[in-house]
Nanobody, 124 residues
Framework: QVQLVESGGGTVQAGGSLSVSCAAS????????MAWFRQVPGKERERVAS???????TYAASVNDRFTISKDNVENTLYLQMNSLKREDTAMYYC??????????????????WGQGTQVTVSS
């Protein structure tokens, strides 16, 4: 079992930066892919970034070069650093974990564990 708790969301002006965190407990170390998803009302949950158990990072094209995913294996915490934020980045951001390990799936349905979400709002 894996428990995930996000924190750090809020409101920021366009062009600004924000960092969100995800504290994980349970068996997250060895065979887990960790990812950040986001969702706006009426749309499907979108994978923003992921980090596989071997450290491989993957980003959505819309956030590449602006967002950075990282993981502290000692503190068991996942981070998402968001720079040059745009209004279209406004969404509920979710932390997710999958036991797939070395491969991070794009689809939300492959992730077994989810946090409660943290709202990120980018104002103009």
């Amino acid at each position: 079992q894996v428990q995930l708790v996000e924190s750090g969301g809020g409101t920021v002006q366009a062009g600004g930066s924000l960092s969100v965190s995800c504290a994980a407990s349970g068996d997250t170390a060895s065979r887990t892919c960790m990812a950040w998803f986001r969702q706006v009302p009426g749309k499907e949950r979108e994978r923003v970034a992921s980090i596989a158990s071997d450290g491989t990072e993957t980003y959505a094209a819309s956030v590449n070069d602006r967002f950075t995913i990282s993981k502290d294996n000692v503190e068991n915490t996942l981070y998402l650093q968001m720079n040059s934020l745009k209004r279209e980045d406004t969404a509920m951001y979710y932390c997710a974990a999958s036991a797939s390990g070395a491969y991070c799936y794009l689809q939300a349905s492959y992730y077994e564990y989810w946090g409660q979400g943290t709202q990120v709002t980018v104002s103009s």
